[in-house]
């Protein structure tokens, strides 16, 4: 024997331990179980609670639509009645509220804009004020009126206040009490109706009217 044969002999090699694959591909289709498993189980905790009065009660309280926020209570809390067009803000033009909006103020006819703490609004016949903003959570609303969820359009959803008047915290703004009110939210913009006078079927047809769209 050489050498080198010898050395060869001699030398040791450690090679990693052979994975375990089979156990890995046993696991593989369990893993895929607990996804559906997690949705039952959700479903069912929401139904659970639902089942029980204060818990119901609870959920039920509270409405959520990208910026705005409802809240049910039993009692209102204190706020001024004040015109719909009192502390709108600044006057702005077209150009201006596209750069704050992110797009062109809808409908492109429209009367003149102003805009306060990044809300662009603007009087509607009725009369009617019309707000639109993009960033989330602007608006809280109290209310202890009727609040329904209404279909605007076949992909938009909306919130139909009515009834009493409730009270709406705009950013910087005191609260003031609101008359009836239909809000709805498209791509990242969220839209607001308000007039004491709005009935339902106004208020969605002047929101499609915005969207240039049709119920489905």
Same mark, same amino acid.
């Given at each position: 024997m050489t050498e080198l044969e010898?050395?060869?002999r001699a030398l040791r090699l450690d090679w990693p331990g052979t994975p375990d694959v089979a156990s890995r591909l046993e696991l593989r289709p369990r893993r895929r179980l607990l996804v559906p498993a997690l949705v039952v189980a959700a479903v069912v905790a929401v139904a659970a609670a639902l089942a029980v009065p204060q818990s119901r009660s609870a959920? /039920?309280?509270f409405f959520h639509l990208r910026g705005v926020t409802v809240e049910r209570v039993a009692t209102l809390p204190p706020a001024e009645e004040r015109? /719909?067009?009192a502390g709108l803000g600044r006057e702005v033009g077209d150009a201006e509220a596209r750069?704050?909006?992110g797009g062109r103020f809808l409908p492109a006819a429209h009367g003149t804009l102003y805009e306060r703490d990044g809300i662009v609004s603007t009087l509607l016949r009725g009369p009617v004020l019309l707000s639109?903003?993009?960033?989330?959570?602007y608006l809280k609303k109290? @209310?202890?009126?009727?609040v329904e969820w209404v279909k605007v359009a076949p992909d938009v959803q909306g919130l139909w206040i009515s009834g009493a008047p409730h009270v @709406?915290?705009?950013p910087s703004a005191?609260?003031?009490l609101a008359g009836n009110v239909l809000v709805f939210a498209t791509g990242s913009r969220t839209f607001r109706l308000e007039g004491r006078d709005l009935t339902k079927d106004d208020a969605l047809a002047k929101a499609r009217e915005i969207l240039g769209t049709t119920a489905g």
């Amino acid at each position: 024997m050489t050498e080198l044969e010898r050395e060869l002999r001699a030398l040791r090699l450690d090679w990693p331990g052979t994975p375990d694959v089979a156990s890995r591909l046993e696991l593989r289709p369990r893993r895929r179980l607990l996804v559906p498993a997690l949705v039952v189980a959700a479903v069912v905790a929401v139904a659970a609670a639902l089942a029980v009065p204060q818990s119901r009660s609870a959920i /039920l309280r509270f409405f959520h639509l990208r910026g705005v926020t409802v809240e049910r209570v039993a009692t209102l809390p204190p706020a001024e009645e004040r015109p /719909l067009a009192a502390g709108l803000g600044r006057e702005v033009g077209d150009a201006e509220a596209r750069a704050l909006l992110g797009g062109r103020f809808l409908p492109a006819a429209h009367g003149t804009l102003y805009e306060r703490d990044g809300i662009v609004s603007t009087l509607l016949r009725g009369p009617v004020l019309l707000s639109e903003f993009g960033a989330p959570e602007y608006l809280k609303k109290f @209310v202890t009126s009727n609040v329904e969820w209404v279909k605007v359009a076949p992909d938009v959803q909306g919130l139909w206040i009515s009834g009493a008047p409730h009270v @709406v915290f705009f950013p910087s703004a005191s609260p003031r009490l609101a008359g009836n009110v239909l809000v709805f939210a498209t791509g990242s913009r969220t839209f607001r109706l308000e007039g004491r006078d709005l009935t339902k079927d106004d208020a969605l047809a002047k929101a499609r009217e915005i969207l240039g769209t049709t119920a489905g």
